[in-house]
């Protein structure tokens, strides 16, 4: 009589607040799991759950009625991972160094590819910078290391979580754009982002496979990255023209 007295005392201890927390949690996890791969070690698990969590509460506190449970999983997604890329990004002055030369990377191979005509390579990029091609090179695996060259095709989802039939024709658009540019890429890149995203190996793994190291693994992600950013930029100045 015992054990049977205990599971309604148990079901009525469920707050709502817990059996959400139940329910989302794995999602939250998987979210986290797949960032903490690329982070360093200094980064725990349990930090990108906890802030993951505060992504996903503040879905569940805007959700409405008429969300059905798929609509809403991709909502909260969302939402998850923004609150990761907030706090990563909050947490070493370093990264804001390390934005400022990704910007300047993806700016120097917009301009030498609209001058050559074709896409620069490593030396050239370097010599557009003003820096030594190993500098470069350095500078290309530490972005990467610290997760500021990704390709994230939610990054443009918007907030509201019933995007327009506009927003949605201009992410498919997007999305688009960057498979062509893959396309473009080197056949060895392209083998990197396939492994990296679609395989979800570490770099580690990435290096294993390429017969190179990790760091270099890192530096040939970011290279990619940055083509492809350099190459979305000219293809938006070109669309704007033609308007």
């Known amino acids: 009589m ?134 470069y090179f350095s500078t290309l695996a530490e972005i990467s290391e610290l997760g500021l060259a990704r390709l994230d095709f939610s990054a443009r989802e918007p907030e509201s979580s019933s995007p327009s039939p506009e927003v949605l024709a201009s992410r498919n658009e997007m999305v688009t754009a960057i498979a062509e540019s893959i396309e473009e890429l080197p056949e060895r890149l392209q083998l990197v982002l396939g492994l990296h995203y679609q395989e979800e190996c570490t770099f580690r793994e990435v290096g294993e496979v390429l017969g190179v190291t990790e760091s270099r693994a890192c530096q040939l992600h970011a290279e990619a990255v940055h083509r492809i950013r350099a190459r979305l930029n000219i293809d938006g100045r070109d669309r704007r023209k033609s308007r």
Do not use: C
């Not at 797949?34 to 906890?50: E, G, M, Q, W, Y």
């Not at 805007?62 to 609150?83: C, L, P, W």
């Not at 706090?87 to 191979?109: F, H, W």
């Open 2 to 135: 015992m054990s049977m007295n205990r599971e309604p005392q148990r079901a009525r201890a469920q707050t709502p607040a817990t059996s959400q927390h139940d329910k989302y949690m794995p999602l939250v996890r998987r979210i986290a799991m797949k960032a903490v791969r690329s982070l360093p070690s200094s980064i725990t698990i349990d930090d990108i759950l906890s802030v993951g969590w505060v992504g996903m509460a503040n879905a569940l506190a805007k959700r409405t009625d008429d969300m059905t449970e798929e609509h809403f999983e991709a909502y909260a997604s969302h939402r998850v991972r923004g609150a990761i890329l907030d706090y990563l990004r909050s947490l070493d002055p370093l990264s804001r160094k390390l934005r400022g030369a990704s910007r300047r990377i993806t700016e120097a191979m917009s301009q030498l590819s609209g001058e050559l005509g074709r896409a620069p390579t490593s030396e050239e990029i370097a010599g557009a910078l003003g820096m030594k091609l190993d500098d």
